[in-house]
């Protein structure tokens, strides 16, 4: 494996997505029977309701400009050379926002069961929980600036005594699962980068096989594990930091709940496709940018 593309991989990461908290809700309904029985409206409108209390476009948004981001500014690494306006107009199409949201509609909907949606809604719609998710919001919008995540992780790992709320921040990710679950995603997103990257490119020579990918999707295994598991504890501080013991203790123990499981696990799954074919098409683009500058 090139040299030049480690760098990107252990940010490439960091970047699978948090499966919590979050937007328009129009775009299910884009994709259903366009004659639908009274009790698939009901539901098609739950899901609606429960997408836009999330803020899930809003999300969205703010990934598309972390990953598009990412890849333009490392066109070097990736690439070995500067992208250009074609690298450019490239990155652009993968990460296409309209794309990313039907896509995510799409999965997601087929990822959680029905049977949760009333639990779910009546649950976020809370003041108290739409302020949540504003905070988990603005966080990671926050969380754009290097600066603004460098002094969190900073603050988290000071060495200090937890407080009663750092250690339910601490049960919300045990709860959900949420360092494994999103090490496992780097880890298939990393795969399916680098599989993509190999299949497209046509000299011989740069190709990796299928013992090398695996070693260097698994040699990025522990410093994904501590990267991810400072982010995750980064950002949730910041995001929590204004949240009333009570309401967060709540949050934790909605969590545990198997409509708090559901939706948890929907997210992932969702998110987890989002991040597979964005590597994939990423690493086809490299694969093809590679291969013409070295022909």
Known sequence: MPHRLRPFLRVAAVLVALAIGGGAAEGWAEVRDQSPT????????????LWS??????????MQVEGATMALESD?????????????RRVQAIYDIDRLKADAESAMEAALDPAHLEALNSF?????????VELEISARRAF???EVEDRARTAWLSGRALTPHEDAILRFVEVNDLVERNVMGALNSNY??????????????EKLTEQEILFEVWSQETEIRRDTSEWLFAFLSTAYGPVSQKVLDDYVSFSATPAGH???????EAL????????????????EFGAQQDL
């Open 38 to 49: 009274a009790h698939d409206t009901a539901q098609a409108q739950a899901y609606d309701t």
């Open 53 to 62: 209390l999330l803020r899930l476009n809003d999300l969205l948004d703010i």
């Open 76 to 88: 070097v690494d990736l690439l070995g050379h500067p992208g250009g306006t074609a690298w450019e």
């Open 124 to 132: 976020y719609a809370s003041e108290n929980m739409q302020r949540v």
């Open 144 to 146: 754009l600036e290097p």
């Open 192 to 205: 399916a980068f680098l599989r993509a990257m190999t299949d497209a490119h046509p000299v011989a020579a």
């Open 262 to 268: 559901a939706l948890n696990h929907a997210m992932f």
């Open 272 to 287: 987890d496709q989002i991040y597979i074919r964005l590597s994939s098409d990423l690493g086809r683009a490299v694969g």
